[in-house]
Protein backbone atom coordinates (compact mmCIF):
# COMPACT_ATOMS: atom_id res chain seq x y z
CA UNK A 1 0.00 0.00 0.00
CA UNK A 2 1.60 3.46 -1.08
CA UNK A 3 2.39 5.70 1.86
CA UNK A 4 -0.46 8.37 1.11
CA UNK A 5 -2.85 5.43 2.23
CA UNK A 6 -1.33 4.22 4.96
CA UNK A 7 -1.54 7.83 6.02
CA UNK A 8 -5.06 8.07 5.61
CA UNK A 9 -5.95 4.51 7.38
CA UNK A 10 -4.01 5.54 10.00
CA UNK A 11 -5.95 8.70 10.47
CA UNK A 12 -9.15 7.36 10.08
CA UNK A 13 -8.71 4.87 12.98
CA UNK A 14 -7.20 8.18 15.42
CA UNK A 15 -9.80 9.71 15.23
CA UNK A 16 -11.48 6.60 17.37
CA UNK A 17 -11.96 8.41 21.35
CA UNK A 18 -11.70 5.77 23.98
CA UNK A 19 -15.91 4.66 24.80
CA UNK A 20 -15.52 6.67 28.08
CA UNK A 21 -14.82 9.75 26.75
CA UNK A 22 -17.13 9.29 23.84
CA UNK A 23 -19.95 8.78 26.59
CA UNK A 24 -18.96 11.73 28.70
CA UNK A 25 -20.90 14.00 26.47
CA UNK A 26 -18.56 16.85 27.47
CA UNK A 27 -18.97 19.79 25.30
CA UNK A 28 -14.96 20.15 24.30
CA UNK A 29 -15.19 16.18 23.87
CA UNK A 30 -18.04 16.13 21.46
CA UNK A 31 -16.24 19.20 19.65
CA UNK A 32 -13.31 17.55 19.35
CA UNK A 33 -14.60 14.51 18.24
CA UNK A 34 -17.21 16.47 15.63
CA UNK A 35 -13.95 18.66 13.90
CA UNK A 36 -11.62 15.08 13.80
CA UNK A 37 -14.91 13.28 12.19
CA UNK A 38 -15.57 15.50 9.61
CA UNK A 39 -12.35 15.30 7.67
CA UNK A 40 -12.78 11.79 8.02
CA UNK A 41 -16.82 11.95 6.72
CA UNK A 42 -15.22 13.92 3.64
CA UNK A 43 -12.39 11.08 2.89
CA UNK A 44 -14.86 8.12 2.79
CA UNK A 45 -17.22 10.17 0.24
CA UNK A 46 -14.03 11.21 -1.94
CA UNK A 47 -13.05 7.45 -2.13
CA UNK A 48 -17.00 6.52 -2.70
CA UNK A 49 -17.21 9.08 -5.60
CA UNK A 50 -13.81 8.50 -6.64
CA UNK A 51 -14.76 4.91 -7.89
CA UNK A 52 -13.92 4.50 -11.66
CA UNK A 53 -14.41 0.73 -12.07
CA UNK A 54 -16.42 -0.45 -9.36
CA UNK A 55 -18.90 2.13 -8.79
CA UNK A 56 -21.60 -0.86 -8.95
CA UNK A 57 -20.22 -1.71 -5.31
CA UNK A 58 -21.41 1.84 -4.09
CA UNK A 59 -24.58 1.64 -5.78
CA UNK A 60 -26.86 -0.95 -4.39
CA UNK A 61 -29.28 -0.16 -1.35
CA UNK A 62 -27.11 -0.87 1.43
CA UNK A 63 -24.34 1.10 0.42
CA UNK A 64 -26.20 3.98 -1.06
CA UNK A 65 -28.11 3.92 2.68
CA UNK A 66 -24.30 4.38 4.14
CA UNK A 67 -23.76 7.24 1.77
CA UNK A 68 -26.94 8.66 2.95
CA UNK A 69 -25.94 8.75 6.14
CA UNK A 70 -22.32 10.03 5.45
CA UNK A 71 -24.01 13.70 4.14
CA UNK A 72 -26.01 13.58 6.80
CA UNK A 73 -23.13 13.70 9.18
CA UNK A 74 -21.76 16.18 7.16
CA UNK A 75 -24.55 18.74 7.79
CA UNK A 76 -23.52 21.05 10.33
CA UNK A 77 -27.40 21.97 11.12
CA UNK A 78 -28.02 18.11 11.30
CA UNK A 79 -29.69 17.02 14.87
CA UNK A 80 -30.84 13.69 16.66
CA UNK A 81 -33.73 13.72 14.14
CA UNK A 82 -31.68 14.01 10.80
CA UNK A 83 -29.16 11.50 11.64
CA UNK A 84 -31.15 9.06 13.57
CA UNK A 85 -33.66 8.12 10.82
CA UNK A 86 -30.52 8.06 8.31
CA UNK A 87 -28.60 5.75 10.14
CA UNK A 88 -31.79 3.64 11.03
CA UNK A 89 -32.16 2.98 7.17
CA UNK A 90 -28.75 1.68 6.93
CA UNK A 91 -29.42 -0.61 10.09
CA UNK A 92 -32.53 -2.06 8.76
CA UNK A 93 -31.19 -2.40 4.75
CA UNK A 94 -28.38 -4.29 6.63
CA UNK A 95 -30.36 -6.23 9.02
CA UNK A 96 -33.42 -7.22 6.17
CA UNK A 97 -30.22 -8.50 3.96
CA UNK A 98 -28.50 -10.18 6.71
CA UNK A 99 -25.17 -9.15 5.88
CA UNK A 100 -22.52 -7.34 7.86
CA UNK A 101 -21.44 -3.98 6.64
CA UNK A 102 -17.91 -5.94 5.41
CA UNK A 103 -19.55 -8.65 4.19
CA UNK A 104 -21.69 -6.88 2.13
CA UNK A 105 -18.67 -4.86 0.28
CA UNK A 106 -16.50 -8.14 -0.22
CA UNK A 107 -19.86 -9.40 -1.82
CA UNK A 108 -20.14 -6.46 -4.32
CA UNK A 109 -16.36 -6.41 -5.15
CA UNK A 110 -16.34 -10.53 -5.91
CA UNK A 111 -19.85 -10.13 -7.82
CA UNK A 112 -18.67 -6.90 -9.77
CA UNK A 113 -19.74 -6.94 -13.22
CA UNK A 114 -18.01 -4.50 -15.07
CA UNK A 115 -15.02 -4.38 -17.89
CA UNK A 116 -12.98 -5.11 -16.39
CA UNK A 117 -14.20 -8.06 -15.02
CA UNK A 118 -15.44 -8.77 -18.27
CA UNK A 119 -12.18 -8.61 -20.33
CA UNK A 120 -10.32 -9.98 -17.85
CA UNK A 121 -11.73 -13.58 -17.85
CA UNK A 122 -10.92 -13.80 -21.50
CA UNK A 123 -7.09 -12.05 -21.07
CA UNK A 124 -4.13 -12.24 -19.18
CA UNK A 125 -3.99 -9.48 -16.93
CA UNK A 126 -1.16 -8.00 -18.75
CA UNK A 127 -2.71 -8.10 -22.26
CA UNK A 128 -5.32 -4.93 -20.13
CA UNK A 129 -4.88 -1.75 -20.86
CA UNK A 130 -2.38 0.09 -18.12
CA UNK A 131 -5.08 2.16 -17.31
CA UNK A 132 -7.52 0.12 -17.19
CA UNK A 133 -5.43 -1.70 -14.05
CA UNK A 134 -4.09 1.36 -12.85
CA UNK A 135 -7.97 2.45 -12.47
CA UNK A 136 -8.60 -1.24 -10.36
CA UNK A 137 -5.23 -0.98 -8.49
CA UNK A 138 -7.10 2.53 -7.39
CA UNK A 139 -10.62 1.21 -7.11
CA UNK A 140 -9.45 -1.64 -4.77
CA UNK A 141 -7.25 0.82 -2.14
CA UNK A 142 -10.42 3.29 -2.08
CA UNK A 143 -12.95 0.09 -1.14
CA UNK A 144 -10.37 -0.54 1.40
CA UNK A 145 -10.80 2.54 3.28
CA UNK A 146 -14.47 2.02 2.81
CA UNK A 147 -14.63 -1.74 4.38
CA UNK A 148 -12.43 -0.53 7.16
CA UNK A 149 -15.31 0.88 9.14
CA UNK A 150 -17.08 -1.37 10.69
CA UNK A 151 -20.99 -1.01 12.53
CA UNK A 152 -19.82 -0.50 15.95
CA UNK A 153 -17.62 2.40 15.10
CA UNK A 154 -20.22 3.95 12.92
CA UNK A 155 -22.94 3.61 15.48
CA UNK A 156 -20.43 5.22 18.19
CA UNK A 157 -20.15 8.15 15.63
CA UNK A 158 -23.65 8.63 15.02
CA UNK A 159 -24.60 8.68 18.58
CA UNK A 160 -21.82 11.55 19.32
CA UNK A 161 -23.28 13.37 16.51
CA UNK A 162 -27.24 12.90 17.82
CA UNK A 163 -26.49 13.83 21.44
CA UNK A 164 -27.65 10.35 22.66
CA UNK A 165 -27.19 9.22 26.37
CA UNK A 166 -27.45 5.56 25.28
CA UNK A 167 -25.27 3.64 22.93
CA UNK A 168 -26.64 2.89 19.71
CA UNK A 169 -27.42 -0.54 18.95
CA UNK A 170 -24.40 -1.74 15.99
CA UNK A 171 -25.98 -4.09 13.26
CA UNK A 172 -24.36 -7.70 13.91
CA UNK A 173 -24.42 -11.08 12.63
CA UNK A 174 -23.01 -14.08 12.92
CA UNK A 175 -25.40 -15.70 10.49
CA UNK A 176 -23.74 -16.07 6.62
CA UNK A 177 -26.38 -14.91 4.30
CA UNK A 178 -26.76 -18.09 1.95
CA UNK A 179 -25.36 -15.92 -1.30
CA UNK A 180 -22.03 -15.22 1.24
CA UNK A 181 -21.55 -19.09 2.36
CA UNK A 182 -20.07 -20.40 -0.49
CA UNK A 183 -17.63 -17.19 -1.34
CA UNK A 184 -16.55 -17.13 2.09
CA UNK A 185 -15.00 -20.50 1.47
CA UNK A 186 -13.13 -19.36 -1.42
CA UNK A 187 -8.97 -18.51 -0.33
CA UNK A 188 -9.36 -14.96 -1.65
CA UNK A 189 -12.44 -14.10 0.88
CA UNK A 190 -9.94 -14.51 3.80
CA UNK A 191 -6.94 -12.51 2.06
CA UNK A 192 -9.59 -9.89 1.60
CA UNK A 193 -9.92 -9.75 4.89
CA UNK A 194 -6.87 -9.49 6.59
CA UNK A 195 -4.92 -8.16 3.31
CA UNK A 196 -2.69 -4.32 4.19
CA UNK A 197 -3.42 -3.68 0.35
CA UNK A 198 -6.19 -5.10 -1.58
CA UNK A 199 -4.18 -4.06 -4.68
CA UNK A 200 -1.70 -6.54 -3.90
CA UNK A 201 -4.43 -9.15 -4.64
CA UNK A 202 -5.21 -8.09 -8.21
CA UNK A 203 -3.89 -11.55 -9.87
CA UNK A 204 -5.98 -13.46 -7.53
CA UNK A 205 -9.11 -11.38 -7.67
CA UNK A 206 -8.42 -11.68 -11.95
CA UNK A 207 -8.20 -15.62 -11.73
CA UNK A 208 -11.37 -15.66 -9.49
CA UNK A 209 -13.12 -13.95 -12.24
CA UNK A 210 -12.08 -16.24 -14.98
CA UNK A 211 -12.73 -19.15 -12.36
CA UNK A 212 -16.34 -18.49 -11.00
CA UNK A 213 -17.48 -15.63 -13.65
CA UNK A 214 -18.98 -12.22 -12.45
CA UNK A 215 -22.78 -11.31 -11.45
CA UNK A 216 -24.77 -14.03 -10.47
CA UNK A 217 -22.68 -16.35 -12.19
CA UNK A 218 -20.29 -15.63 -9.26
CA UNK A 219 -22.57 -16.53 -6.69
CA UNK A 220 -25.01 -19.35 -7.77
CA UNK A 221 -24.92 -22.71 -9.67
CA UNK A 222 -28.45 -22.89 -10.70
CA UNK A 223 -30.60 -21.17 -11.83
CA UNK A 224 -34.02 -20.36 -13.41
CA UNK A 225 -35.41 -18.76 -16.15
CA UNK A 226 -38.80 -16.21 -14.95
CA UNK A 227 -38.25 -13.50 -17.94
CA UNK A 228 -34.46 -13.26 -16.42
CA UNK A 229 -31.92 -15.46 -14.63
CA UNK A 230 -33.02 -15.79 -10.83
CA UNK A 231 -30.36 -17.68 -9.32
CA UNK A 232 -31.54 -20.67 -6.70
CA UNK A 233 -29.94 -20.30 -3.03
CA UNK A 234 -30.75 -23.93 -2.35
CA UNK A 235 -30.39 -26.35 -5.18
CA UNK A 236 -31.38 -30.09 -4.97
CA UNK A 237 -27.96 -31.34 -3.67
CA UNK A 238 -28.43 -35.14 -4.78
CA UNK A 239 -24.97 -36.72 -5.50
CA UNK A 240 -24.36 -38.97 -8.46
CA UNK A 241 -23.29 -41.68 -6.24
CA UNK A 242 -26.43 -41.94 -5.15
CA UNK A 243 -27.85 -42.85 -8.20
CA UNK A 244 -27.64 -46.79 -9.00
CA UNK A 245 -29.65 -48.99 -11.60
CA UNK A 246 -29.24 -47.23 -14.94
CA UNK A 247 -25.10 -46.78 -14.99
CA UNK A 248 -25.02 -46.77 -18.92
CA UNK A 249 -26.83 -43.62 -19.49
CA UNK A 250 -25.59 -42.00 -16.52
CA UNK A 251 -22.08 -42.90 -17.45
CA UNK A 252 -22.80 -41.45 -20.98
CA UNK A 253 -24.20 -38.39 -19.66
CA UNK A 254 -21.15 -37.93 -17.43
CA UNK A 255 -19.03 -38.21 -20.66
CA UNK A 256 -20.88 -35.84 -22.75
CA UNK A 257 -20.55 -33.64 -19.59
CA UNK A 258 -17.11 -33.74 -19.08
CA UNK A 259 -16.90 -33.00 -22.55
CA UNK A 260 -18.70 -29.73 -22.67
CA UNK A 261 -16.27 -28.76 -19.79
CA UNK A 262 -13.03 -29.63 -21.45
CA UNK A 263 -14.12 -27.23 -24.27
CA UNK A 264 -14.88 -30.44 -26.79
CA UNK A 265 -17.91 -30.39 -28.85
CA UNK A 266 -20.87 -31.32 -26.87
CA UNK A 267 -24.00 -33.06 -27.40
CA UNK A 268 -27.74 -32.06 -26.68
CA UNK A 269 -29.24 -35.00 -24.85
CA UNK A 270 -32.99 -36.55 -24.58
CA UNK A 271 -33.19 -38.43 -21.63
CA UNK A 272 -36.24 -40.42 -22.37
CA UNK A 273 -37.73 -43.46 -20.05
CA UNK A 274 -40.73 -44.08 -17.84
CA UNK A 275 -41.41 -41.86 -15.14
CA UNK A 276 -39.57 -42.16 -11.66
CA UNK A 277 -36.45 -43.28 -13.41
CA UNK A 278 -34.40 -40.78 -12.15
CA UNK A 279 -33.80 -39.16 -15.17
CA UNK A 280 -34.38 -35.23 -13.48
CA UNK A 281 -32.33 -36.39 -10.67
CA UNK A 282 -29.36 -37.64 -13.03
CA UNK A 283 -29.12 -33.89 -14.34
CA UNK A 284 -29.06 -32.59 -11.18
CA UNK A 285 -26.68 -34.21 -9.66
CA UNK A 286 -23.98 -32.95 -12.13
CA UNK A 287 -24.36 -29.90 -10.46
CA UNK A 288 -23.20 -31.02 -7.58
CA UNK A 289 -20.21 -32.97 -8.94
CA UNK A 290 -18.62 -30.42 -11.56
CA UNK A 291 -19.99 -27.01 -10.26
CA UNK A 292 -16.49 -26.43 -8.91
CA UNK A 293 -15.41 -26.90 -12.30
CA UNK A 294 -17.23 -24.11 -14.00
CA UNK A 295 -20.29 -25.98 -14.41
CA UNK A 296 -23.65 -24.11 -14.09
CA UNK A 297 -27.75 -25.00 -14.67
CA UNK A 298 -30.62 -23.16 -15.94
CA UNK A 299 -33.77 -24.62 -15.74
CA UNK A 300 -36.67 -23.37 -17.96
CA UNK A 301 -40.23 -24.30 -18.33
CA UNK A 302 -41.77 -25.40 -21.45
CA UNK A 303 -43.57 -22.05 -21.38
CA UNK A 304 -40.45 -20.26 -21.87
CA UNK A 305 -38.79 -21.94 -24.58
CA UNK A 306 -39.82 -19.12 -26.89
CA UNK A 307 -37.28 -17.11 -24.50
CA UNK A 308 -34.18 -19.42 -25.60
CA UNK A 309 -32.51 -17.37 -27.85
CA UNK A 310 -32.86 -14.18 -25.34
CA UNK A 311 -31.37 -17.07 -22.87
CA UNK A 312 -28.54 -18.66 -25.16
CA UNK A 313 -27.34 -15.16 -26.01
CA UNK A 314 -27.33 -13.99 -22.26
CA UNK A 315 -24.76 -16.62 -21.37
CA UNK A 316 -22.60 -16.81 -24.75
CA UNK A 317 -19.39 -14.95 -23.93
CA UNK A 318 -19.48 -15.78 -20.15
CA UNK A 319 -16.87 -18.71 -19.34
CA UNK A 320 -18.58 -20.76 -17.58
CA UNK A 321 -20.55 -24.31 -19.25
CA UNK A 322 -24.31 -24.10 -19.00
CA UNK A 323 -26.84 -26.96 -19.37
CA UNK A 324 -30.25 -25.53 -20.30
CA UNK A 325 -32.39 -28.18 -18.09
CA UNK A 326 -36.18 -28.76 -19.37
CA UNK A 327 -37.54 -31.55 -17.83
CA UNK A 328 -40.77 -33.23 -18.69
CA UNK A 329 -40.69 -32.35 -22.18
CA UNK A 330 -43.66 -32.50 -24.94
CA UNK A 331 -45.67 -30.71 -26.75
CA UNK A 332 -49.01 -30.82 -28.08
CA UNK A 333 -49.91 -30.63 -31.92
CA UNK A 334 -50.56 -26.74 -31.82
CA UNK A 335 -48.02 -26.06 -29.56
CA UNK A 336 -44.87 -24.37 -31.98
CA UNK A 337 -42.93 -24.03 -29.21
CA UNK A 338 -40.54 -26.61 -30.14
CA UNK A 339 -39.57 -23.79 -33.04
CA UNK A 340 -37.57 -22.01 -30.73
CA UNK A 341 -36.26 -25.07 -29.19
CA UNK A 342 -35.36 -25.91 -32.44
CA UNK A 343 -33.51 -23.33 -33.11
CA UNK A 344 -30.95 -23.71 -30.53
CA UNK A 345 -30.44 -27.59 -31.05
CA UNK A 346 -30.08 -27.07 -35.43
CA UNK A 347 -28.00 -23.58 -34.89
CA UNK A 348 -29.40 -20.62 -37.15
CA UNK A 349 -27.31 -18.17 -38.70
CA UNK A 350 -26.04 -17.03 -35.60
CA UNK A 351 -23.31 -19.28 -34.46
CA UNK A 352 -24.14 -21.81 -31.57
CA UNK A 353 -22.43 -21.17 -28.46
CA UNK A 354 -19.75 -23.99 -26.94
CA UNK A 355 -20.04 -23.42 -23.39
CA UNK A 356 -23.79 -24.84 -23.49
CA UNK A 357 -26.06 -27.80 -23.92
CA UNK A 358 -29.70 -28.86 -23.71
CA UNK A 359 -30.25 -31.59 -21.65
CA UNK A 360 -34.47 -32.29 -21.49
CA UNK A 361 -36.06 -35.09 -20.36
CA UNK A 362 -39.04 -37.13 -21.62
CA UNK A 363 -41.89 -39.94 -20.97
CA UNK A 364 -42.58 -39.76 -24.43
CA UNK A 365 -40.21 -40.71 -27.53
CA UNK A 366 -42.07 -38.78 -29.84
CA UNK A 367 -42.26 -35.54 -28.25
CA UNK A 368 -44.96 -33.88 -29.92
CA UNK A 369 -48.64 -35.55 -29.84
CA UNK A 370 -49.91 -37.34 -33.06
CA UNK A 371 -53.37 -38.09 -33.44
CA UNK A 372 -54.32 -41.04 -36.25
CA UNK A 373 -56.71 -37.87 -37.43
CA UNK A 374 -53.11 -35.63 -38.04
CA UNK A 375 -51.77 -38.21 -40.79
CA UNK A 376 -52.70 -37.38 -44.55
CA UNK A 377 -54.93 -38.84 -46.58
CA UNK A 378 -55.57 -38.68 -50.40
CA UNK A 379 -58.23 -36.14 -50.06
CA UNK A 380 -56.62 -33.50 -47.65
CA UNK A 381 -55.60 -30.20 -49.57
CA UNK A 382 -55.47 -27.94 -47.26
CA UNK A 383 -51.33 -28.48 -47.28
CA UNK A 384 -49.48 -29.99 -50.09
CA UNK A 385 -46.31 -31.06 -48.01
CA UNK A 386 -48.89 -32.82 -45.13
CA UNK A 387 -46.55 -35.78 -45.03
CA UNK A 388 -43.46 -33.43 -44.62
CA UNK A 389 -45.25 -31.75 -41.64
CA UNK A 390 -45.87 -34.62 -40.03
CA UNK A 391 -42.18 -36.00 -40.56
CA UNK A 392 -40.73 -32.89 -39.05
CA UNK A 393 -43.05 -33.18 -36.06
CA UNK A 394 -42.30 -36.93 -35.85
CA UNK A 395 -38.67 -36.59 -36.07
CA UNK A 396 -37.85 -33.56 -34.01
CA UNK A 397 -36.45 -35.60 -31.25
CA UNK A 398 -33.72 -36.37 -33.91
CA UNK A 399 -32.47 -33.09 -33.35
CA UNK A 400 -30.94 -34.48 -29.86
CA UNK A 401 -27.46 -35.16 -31.00
CA UNK A 402 -28.12 -37.98 -27.85
CA UNK A 403 -30.99 -40.18 -26.41
CA UNK A 404 -30.39 -42.04 -23.11
CA UNK A 405 -33.19 -44.35 -22.55
CA UNK A 406 -34.28 -45.39 -18.83
CA UNK A 407 -36.15 -48.49 -19.03
CA UNK A 408 -39.23 -49.12 -16.37
CA UNK A 409 -37.21 -50.84 -13.28
CA UNK A 410 -37.91 -54.50 -12.67
CA UNK A 411 -37.61 -55.84 -9.77
CA UNK A 412 -33.84 -56.69 -9.65
CA UNK A 413 -33.46 -53.11 -10.62
CA UNK A 414 -35.81 -51.84 -8.30
CA UNK A 415 -33.96 -53.80 -5.05
CA UNK A 416 -30.57 -52.22 -6.23
CA UNK A 417 -31.72 -48.77 -5.76
CA UNK A 418 -33.34 -49.67 -2.44
CA UNK A 419 -30.51 -51.22 -1.13
CA UNK A 420 -27.95 -49.04 -2.43
CA UNK A 421 -30.23 -45.89 -0.70
CA UNK A 422 -30.38 -47.84 2.78
CA UNK A 423 -26.71 -48.07 2.67
CA UNK A 424 -25.83 -44.61 1.73
CA UNK A 425 -28.37 -43.35 4.40
CA UNK A 426 -27.86 -45.91 7.16
CA UNK A 427 -30.60 -47.50 7.08
CA UNK A 428 -30.29 -50.49 10.08
CA UNK A 429 -32.78 -53.21 8.95
CA UNK A 430 -31.71 -56.58 8.46
CA UNK A 431 -31.48 -57.08 4.32
CA UNK A 432 -34.44 -59.54 4.55
CA UNK A 433 -36.72 -57.33 6.06
CA UNK A 434 -35.78 -54.28 4.00
CA UNK A 435 -36.52 -56.17 0.44
CA UNK A 436 -39.89 -57.48 1.84
CA UNK A 437 -40.93 -53.79 2.60
CA UNK A 438 -39.96 -52.67 -0.30
CA UNK A 439 -41.68 -54.71 -2.74
CA UNK A 440 -44.57 -54.48 -0.28
CA UNK A 441 -44.30 -50.21 -0.77
CA UNK A 442 -43.75 -50.57 -4.52
CA UNK A 443 -46.87 -52.69 -4.70
CA UNK A 444 -49.13 -50.55 -2.06
CA UNK A 445 -47.96 -46.94 -3.96
CA UNK A 446 -46.44 -45.95 -7.50
CA UNK A 447 -44.91 -49.30 -8.71
CA UNK A 448 -41.27 -49.96 -8.71
CA UNK A 449 -39.12 -47.04 -10.21
CA UNK A 450 -36.30 -45.20 -8.53
CA UNK A 451 -38.66 -42.30 -7.64
CA UNK A 452 -40.82 -45.07 -5.20
CA UNK A 453 -36.96 -46.03 -4.09
CA UNK A 454 -36.60 -42.84 -2.64
CA UNK A 455 -39.63 -42.62 -1.10
CA UNK A 456 -39.55 -45.78 1.02
CA UNK A 457 -35.72 -44.86 1.92
CA UNK A 458 -37.15 -41.27 2.89
CA UNK A 459 -40.14 -42.86 4.44
CA UNK A 460 -37.50 -45.56 6.53
CA UNK A 461 -35.41 -42.34 7.52
CA UNK A 462 -38.33 -40.76 9.09
CA UNK A 463 -39.73 -43.91 11.28
CA UNK A 464 -35.79 -44.63 12.26
CA UNK A 465 -35.25 -40.80 13.45
Avoid at 9 to 19: A, D, R, V
Avoid at 40 to 63: D, E, H
Avoid at 242 to 247: A, K, N, Q, S
Wanted: charged residues 20%; negative net charge; proline residues 4%.
Amino acid sequence: MSHSHELHSHELHSHELHSHELHSHEPHVVSQFISQFNGSIRFLQRQAVSLLLYRSVMQGTIAQAFLSLLQTLRQPEADDLAVLPAYGHWFESLAIAGVSWQDYLLLQLLRANNCFTRKVQHRAIDALPEAMIAAVQHDLRALQQIYTWDSRQISEWVQVKSGLETPLVAWKTDFLHPEIQSLSQHPLWSKLETSADWAALLPELAEFYRQFGTGLFATYRAFRWQGKLVGIVHPDPIQLDELVGYDAPKQRLIQNTEALLAGYPALHVLLYGSRGSGKSSLVKALLSAYSGQGLRLIEVSKADLRDLPTIVDAVRDVPQKFIIFVDDLSFEEDDDAYKALKVVLEGSVTARPQNLVVYATSNRRHLIREFFADRPRPSDADEVHAWDTMQEKLSFSDRFGLTLTFEPANQDTYLTIVRHLAEWFGIDLDPQTLEFRALQWATRHNGRSGRTARQFIDFLRAEQA
